[in-house]
């Protein structure tokens, strides 16, 4: 398999609670990430497929602007939690990389190549990634 990746960073706040939940219990689920504060993110998105006659799977610029317009414009400078899709869902590395990677694959469709894996790292040693898997195809 021939792929190619391109690394973003973006600066971004988030406060990971459960609204069902009382102050003490989120504390104790998600201990200091459950008060506001920062991370500067590292995005990853590795595309799958083949070249075509110019020698490239996409070109980076090309997947820079698509991810800054579906993305980075939105997620830079933002507290995530006042981003629709984290309204009612903690903005975790895990949710990050599933709804990332849903919202490219829309913008990514190609019969040449196809959105492989997303990962989103929170820290420089923690980070979630989602992966194309059999039922993303249906
Ligand atoms: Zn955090």
Redesign the pocket.
């Known amino acids: 398999m021939l792929s190619i990746t391109k690394e973003f960073s973006f600066h971004a706040a988030?406060r990971?609670h459960l609204p069902s939940l009382s102050t003490e219990e989120n504390v104790r689920i998600y201990g200091n990430?459950a008060k506001l504060?920062g991370?500067t993110y590292r995005l990853q998105v590795t595309l799958a497929g083949l070249p075509d006659e110019t020698g490239m799977i996409l070109h980076f610029g090309t997947l820079k602007g698509i991810v800054e317009r579906e993305i980075l414009n939105r997620y830079d400078h933002a507290d995530l939690s006042d981003l629709a899709e984290y309204r009612h869902l903690p903005a975790t590395a895990e949710n990050m990389a599933e709804h990332i990677f849903r919202t490219l694959d829309h913008a990514l469709v190609s019969k040449r190549f196809r959105l492989e894996r997303v990962v989103v790292f929170?820290t420089a040693t923690a980070w979630a990634s989602r992966s194309r898997e059999e039922s993303d195809y249906a």
Do not use: A, P, R
């Open positions: 988030h990971l990430c504060h991370h929170e």
